[in-house]
């Protein structure tokens, strides 16, 4: 069973910085997280769940969404198995529940998703 674990979530004020962490352990066939596309999704009170930051595989090419684009960064580090999200000048739209998520775009033989960790903006 693969597994992902969030870590990083909490209580900012506007303008505030926080690093978002994402652990993945366990494994399954057809699953390597070196070779997996990871991504970071948020999903607000009352709206759809969206996906904000995506790195993939080989060369590290990420993408963001318009509303992070600029103030959010997506890393990996294959040793450690881990992602990470650094935002930066946060606001309070940017309250939400956060989720990683591994996902095989090629196939669609496995989409796993983490518990979640919250983060809220509020002065």
């Known amino acids: 069973q693969v597994q992902l674990v969030e870590s990083g979530g909490g209580l900012v004020q506007p303008g505030e910085s926080l690093r978002l962490s994402c652990v993945v352990s366990g494994a399954a066939p057809g699953f390597t997280f070196s070779r997996s596309a990871m991504s970071w999704y948020r999903q607000a009170p009352g709206k759809e769940r969206e996906q904000v930051a995506r790195?993939?595989?080989?060369?590290?090419?990420?993408n963001y969404s318009d509303s992070v684009k600029g103030r959010f960064r997506i890393t990996r580090d294959n040793p450690k198995r881990t992602i990470y999200l650094q935002m930066n000048s946060l606001t309070p739209e940017d309250t939400a529940v956060y989720y990683c998520?591994?996902?095989?775009?090629?196939?669609?033989?496995?989409?796993?998703w983490g518990q979640g960790t919250r983060v809220t903006v509020s002065s």
């Open positions: 790195i993939i595989t080989f060369g590290g090419s990420t």
């Open positions: 998520n591994a996902k095989d775009y090629a196939s669609g033989s496995y989409d796993y």
